[in-house]
């Protein structure tokens, strides 16, 4: 029986120390991870409001005559396509700008779907104008006054007014 006692303790002893070490490995990888993470720099996801636009004055590259909807769009972003025949309908019945930032098929049927009634930058000086305005999320549409200022923006169309009819 004093061995079967002993036997029990000791058992008993070395499932105390194992959750001890357990214990101690995860309190390693969880530093472990923080590290990782510091070392890579990863950023952190940041909220885009396009109202922060709202003020600002669209670079002269923007602006084009009788234009109240700027529409940015990136020929790599479904939603934009999504949203390109929305923008055509407006641009059909008012002044409309569309900047469509990258290259290649998906940018030409971008453009195809923005359809004819829109003036286009595209390229790199559509890369440009998206930096110089601040734009941060595709696809952003913009209402300008007649200066080129913004007045209000958004990333869905529905959420602007119907501007005014272009002259």
């Known amino acids: 029986m004093p061995f079967l006692i002993a036997a029990v303790v000791l058992v008993g002893v070395l499932c105390l120390f194992d959750l001890l070490l357990t214990f101690a490995v995860l309190r390693r990888l969880r530093e472990h991870t923080a ?13 885009y409001d396009p109202g922060m636009l709202v003020g600002h004055r669209l670079p002269e590259a923007a602006r084009a005559p009788g234009a109240t909807l700027v529409a940015f769009f990136d020929a790599q972003c479904d939603t934009c396509h999504d949203h390109a025949p929305k923008f055509a309908v407006r641009a059909r019945r008012y ?19 923005v359809g004819p009634d829109a003036a286009v930058i595209r390229g790199e000086d559509a890369h440009a104008v998206a930096d ?10 913009v209402l300008v006054d007649g200066e080129g200022s913004v007045v ?15 002259a």
């Open 152 to 166: 209000q923006a958004s990333t869905e169309l529905a959420e602007l007014p119907e501007p005014a009819p272009a």
């Open 132 to 141: 110089d305005t601040g734009i941060q999320a595709f696809p952003t549409f």
């Open 95 to 113: 002044g409309a700008l569309a900047v469509v930032s990258g290259d290649g098929a998906r940018a030409d049927e971008l453009v195809a779907a």
């Open 35 to 47: 590290e990782l993470e510091r070392l890579a720099g990863r950023p952190g996801f940041s909220s």
